[in-house]
């Protein structure tokens, strides 16, 4: 038996940040990073709130990655100001945090439960729908996912307003990860009909709406249509799961701090050629690997269709690699300029087997060994 359950209510559209107003909480304890609080966006969370009577502190110590060290300031506040909700404001970060700080504050003297409500400041991660969370370990340079239903949010908000102002660097970045989300879910050994669905939807959303967002930041049609996208992948891979793309990023964050969306983005062409065991070299072949059709389908919605499934794949690939050069995202770990050869590939080793015990792997439709992580990030480095 299989079950898909949405635990989520959502809210979305113009003014749905309208709910902060009426909600069932007199006490909020907002999350978020200093960002939020600099530029006045808090405004637009704390009005709302006003207008309801509804008591609120803020904690705006949130910072990239969500490092344990920093949730534990957030546990530390959470018990002083003792919320009945916590609003959770930001990208996955804030949002990573907030579930995490609810979650250990909830079990500190039998606390008891406290409301969370996710609304997002990016449309990426779609950690708002999600019962995931990822926490950093920076001295050991390690992230850990943590997966619980008891991490889910109670309620998301999705309102186009607060990505208005995301340059198109980390748009660019966050829609990345959308697709990747869309694209690991859809191909994931345990996905279903109705994760299906929701993955189809929002690639097809990111196809016709990703670039738009990007080079037009004040297009808000297509600001809201990726935050929509970013929420259905969420919803999508919460119950499918991911694989061996978010693995992989995993550590490139937690060794090297590229950003999330852009390690994934780097990774899924490499990622897609290994599930599909085709590249550019590759002829047609009288039986396939289980993701080859599902990777054709992906390539048939957006809009490339291909005579046999080995060129369904490449252009997939290539769909994939015009998307980074068209919004400037670097094919490569050299491209960044940013990392030593010698310190990226000392870390290889270590990088594979942390990748091959990530939760994420376990859903890949192929299976690595740790010789065929290696290729991939060696690949990764240069063409």
């Not at 439960?113 to 997002?120: H, M, N, S």
């Amino acid at each position: 038996m299989k079950t898909f359950e949405m635990k989520t209510v959502i809210h979305f559209g113009e003014n749905s940040l309208d709910r902060l107003r009426t909600i069932p909480y007199r006490r909020a304890l907002i999350i978020t990073d200093p960002f939020v609080v600099q530029s006045r966006m808090i405004d637009l969370i704390t009005e709302p709130l006003k207008r309801g009577d509804i008591v609120y502190d803020i904690f705006q110590d949130v910072v990239p990655d969500a490092p344990v060290d920093k949730i534990a300031e957030g546990v530390k506040k959470f018990l002083q100001f003792q919320p009945d909700v916590v609003v959770a404001v930001g990208g996955g970060s804030a949002i990573d945090s907030s579930k995490a700080i609810r979650e250990f504050a909830q079990k500190i003297n039998d606390y008891g439960k406290v409301g969370l409500i996710a609304v997002p400041t990016t449309s990426g991660t779609g950690s708002e729908v999600t019962s995931f969370a990822v926490v950093n370990d920076t001295a050991a340079r390690v992230k850990y996912p943590l997966v619980s239903d008891s991490l889910t949010a109670d309620e998301a908000i999705l309102d186009a307003e607060l990505v208005r102002s995301v340059p198109p660097a980390v748009t660019a970045d966050t829609g990345m990860d959308v697709f990747t989300h869309a694209l690991e879910s859809y191909v994931s050994t345990e996905h279903n009909e109705f994760s299906s669905a929701l993955a189809e939807k929002s690639i097809e959303i990111c196809g016709v709406f990703l670039l738009r967002a990007y080079l037009d930041g004040n297009d808000m049609h297509a600001r809201q249509k990726m935050h929509v996208a970013s929420c259905l992948a969420g919803l999508s891979f919460n119950t499918a799961g991911l694989g061996i793309a978010h693995s992989m990023a995993h550590q490139l964050g937690a060794m090297f701090h590229i950003p999330h969306g852009r390690a994934n983005a780097m990774l899924l062409p490499h990622v897609v050629e290994f599930n599909a065991n085709i590249n550019k070299h590759s002829r047609s072949q009288k039986e396939y690997l289980p993701a080859v059709k599902r990777y054709a389908n992906v390539a048939h919605i957006l809009g490339l269709s291909n005579y046999n499934k080995v060129m369904s794949v490449r252009s997939l690939v290539n769909w994939i690699q015009f998307m980074q050069k068209e919004m400037n995202i670097p094919l490569t770990i050299q491209e960044l300029g940013t990392i030593p050869p010698d310190a990226y590939f000392g870390s290889l080793d270590k990088m594979a087997d942390a990748a091959l015990a990530d939760t994420c792997t376990a859903n890949n439709p192929r299976v690595p060994t740790k010789e065929d992580i290696i290729k991939i990030y060696t690949k990764l480095w240069a063409f």
